[in-house]
């Protein structure tokens, strides 16, 4: 079974920063599209960024754009985010997801593996 596996949460005061990795049980997953998603209290869960199978096209959801930076490593079967300049609005439990078409779709619905989640706390 495949398991995604995300690290690197945590308590943060604003303006500061932090790095998420996902990690896939499967080197298969190095033609997979990589996502990360976020879902605060109360509140949907929201696409943050993704990467294609090769690395070489990123999208960001606007609120994040010029912030994050998605980036898959060597071995293309982890994936990382860097958060810069965190805001409070930017607290939530995040996400990451593989993605069988490669693409790096902004629609969970087309993921179709999930890590456990990891959780972002920013203080103001």
């Known amino acids: 079974q495949v398991h995604l596996v995300e690290s690197g949460g945590g308590l943060v005061q604003a303006g500061g920063s932090l790095r998420l990795s996902c990690a896939a049980s499967?080197?298969?997953?190095?033609?997979?599209?990589m996502g990360w998603f976020r879902q605060a209290p109360g509140k949907e869960r929201e696409f943050v960024a993704s990467?294609?199978?090769?690395?070489?096209?990123?999208y960001y959801a606007d609120s994040v754009k010029d912030r994050f930076t998605v980036s898959r490593g060597n071995a293309k079967n982890t994936v990382y985010l860097q958060m810069n300049s965190l805001k409070p609005e930017d607290t939530a439990v995040y996400y990451c997801?593989?993605?069988?078409?490669?693409?790096?779709?902004?629609?969970?619905?087309?993921?179709?593996?999930w890590g456990q989640g990891t959780q972002v706390t920013v203080s103001s």
């Open positions: 990467i294609n199978w090769s690395g070489g096209s990123t």
């Open positions: 997801a593989g993605e069988s078409s490669g693409l790096g779709s902004p629609q969970g619905g087309q993921y179709d593996y």
């Open positions: 499967e080197r298969t997953f190095s033609i997979y599209a």
